[in-house]
């Protein structure tokens, strides 16, 4: 499944300080700063960290606040970083019996009104991508500038690399008839079955979408090249970076340059494209 990464599986134990010396950060547990919002039924786990403008940041499927720990640091010197646990990952749970891109974008946009921000700067990772362009078609006044790595706008085989699709399908039939026994399972499920039947995203409703959007996908990413620059020419104010020598997990494998690119360019005026 694309979001189930080996990468993001060893991020889930990250932690960084943001000096030598000092007891580190553990993103994503952090008692000093993190707070749960009652959001739209459901309770969200945030963490906000440094001063400035509002940045809001979006996890992938079966992830967290932990797996932005590379970045947080940085932004948080120059941003007022919100980050949080989606609905049924992390630390915030969720009873519903599935999940919609919709429903995640709504929450985000709630977070934001319960944290009296008007509108901020996203960062959306994978699943978290997506989630930031919906929330960019639904709440066009909640967002700034957006910047989405490994977003994919439907589900079939068109929009991954070679062999991605093939392996979620075959995850699919050996499992569509299992009864799930522990509560863990059945969210575990839940969550494949997220990306396995969504998003259902047209290239014509990306029109929609004013705000300037950096397009992301790394050289060889479970996202394929071709679909990312689809969304990116059905951007009205779009810009596509496509990482050399990189995976899905573009703001891992090189969290510096990933920082300070999508850094310049929130800071960056954007202009139309022509």
């Given at each position: 499944?694309?979001?189930?990464?080996?990468?993001?599986?060893?991020?889930?134990?990250?932690v960084?300080?943001?000096?030598?010396?000092?007891m580190?950060?553990?993103?994503?547990?952090?008692?000093?700063?993190?707070?749960?919002?009652n959001?739209?039924?459901?309770?969200?786990?945030?963490?906000?960290?440094?001063k400035?403008?509002?940045l809001?940041?979006?996890?992938?499927n079966h992830?967290?606040?932990?797996?932005?720990a590379?970045?947080?640091?940085?932004?948080?010197?120059?941003?007022?970083?919100?980050?949080?646990?989606?609905?049924?990952?992390?630390?915030?749970?969720?009873?519903?019996?599935?999940?919609?891109?919709?429903?995640?974008?709504?929450?985000?946009?709630?977070?934001?009104?319960?944290?009296?921000?008007?509108?901020?700067?996203?960062?959306?990772?994978?699943?978290g991508?997506i989630?930031?362009?919906?929330?960019?078609?639904?709440?066009?006044d909640?967002?700034?500038?957006?910047?989405?790595?490994?977003?994919?706008?439907?589900?079939?085989?068109?929009?991954?690399?070679?062999?991605?699709?093939?392996?979620?399908?075959k995850?699919?039939?050996t499992?569509?008839?299992?009864?799930?026994?522990?509560?863990?399972?059945?969210?575990?499920?839940?969550?494949?079955?997220?990306?396995?039947?969504?998003?259902?995203?047209?290239?014509?409703?990306?029109?929609?979408?004013?705000?300037?959007?950096?397009v992301?996908?790394?050289?060889?990413?479970?996202?394929?090249?071709?679909?990312?620059?689809?969304?990116?020419?059905?951007?009205?104010?779009?810009?596509?970076w496509?990482?050399?020598?990189?995976?899905?997990?573009t703001?891992?494998?090189?969290?510096?340059?990933?920082?300070?690119?999508?850094d310049?360019?929130?800071?960056?005026?954007?202009?139309n494209?022509?």
């Amino acid at each position: 499944m694309k979001a189930i990464l080996t990468a993001l599986a060893v991020l889930q134990v990250f932690v960084t300080g943001a000096v030598a010396g000092e007891m580190p950060i553990a993103y994503g547990d952090n008692p000093a700063v993190g707070r749960y919002y009652n959001i739209r039924g459901f309770r969200m786990y945030c963490e906000v960290y440094g001063k400035g403008g509002p940045l809001l940041m979006i996890h992938g499927n079966h992830g967290s606040i932990k797996s932005f720990a590379p970045n947080i640091p940085y932004f948080a010197a120059r941003y007022k970083v919100i980050v949080a646990d989606s609905r049924a990952q992390g630390k915030s749970t969720d009873p519903g019996p599935t999940l919609t891109f919709e429903r995640m974008a709504d929450d985000e946009a709630a977070l934001l009104d319960a944290l009296h921000v008007r509108a901020a700067y996203v960062i959306g990772w994978s699943d978290g991508g997506i989630v930031a362009l919906r929330l960019a078609m639904r709440h066009p006044d909640k967002v700034i500038k957006l910047a989405a790595t490994g977003a994919n706008l439907w589900p079939d085989a068109s929009a991954f690399a070679p062999g991605v699709w093939e392996a979620d399908q075959k995850h699919y039939e050996t499992n569509q008839h299992t009864v799930w026994t522990t509560a863990k399972q059945r969210n575990d499920w839940k969550l494949f079955m997220l990306d396995w039947t969504q998003p259902h995203i047209s290239l014509a409703s990306l029109h929609s979408i004013r705000c300037p959007a950096l397009v992301i996908c790394g050289d060889h990413d479970l996202i394929s090249i071709e679909h990312t620059m689809q969304i990116f020419r059905s951007l009205p104010r779009g810009a596509l970076w496509v990482v050399p020598c990189s995976g899905h997990a573009t703001l891992h494998e090189h969290a510096a340059e990933f920082n300070r690119v999508v850094d310049e360019f929130f800071s960056q005026p954007f202009g139309n494209r022509r």
